[in-house]
């Protein structure tokens, strides 16, 4: 079979080398914030409230707590009240386990 028709997995989706990996994944801050980014591709918004604001909790780094506000384009400002919490793991392989995000990337 022609190697045109069938290109290689890798052609375009190389595997970083593992010293690109190290910096760029350094810690578990950093792969929650590119797992943020790939979940919410235009900011975080709440599942309960819809509300567009929220911080990060600084001893998992893969949660965010909803501040419970919603702004519009308009910089119009609603209050929610919601404070919930949304895993960026939940629903995925690493949901429920214990280990470090950076050792998930790793393997990945």
Not at 62 to 75: A, I, K, R
Not at 83 to 96: E, Y
Request: aromatic share 12%.
């Amino acid at each position: 079979m022609s190697e045109s028709l069938f290109p290689t997995r890798w052609a375009n989706d190389k595997p970083p080398s593992l010293e690109k990996f190290t910096s760029d994944f350094a810690d578990d801050y950093a792969c929650a914030e590119y797992l943020a980014k790939k979940r919410w591709k235009s900011g975080f918004r709440c599942p309960r409230c819809g509300g567009n604001r929220a911080w990060r909790l600084e001893a998992r780094p893969w949660v965010w707590e909803c501040q419970g506000v919603l702004v519009d384009d308009n910089g119009a400002r609603t209050t929610t009240g919601c404070r919930h919490q949304t895993s960026l793991i939940a629903g995925t392989v690493m949901h429920g386990t214990h280990l470090p995000l950076r050792i998930w990337f790793l393997a990945a």
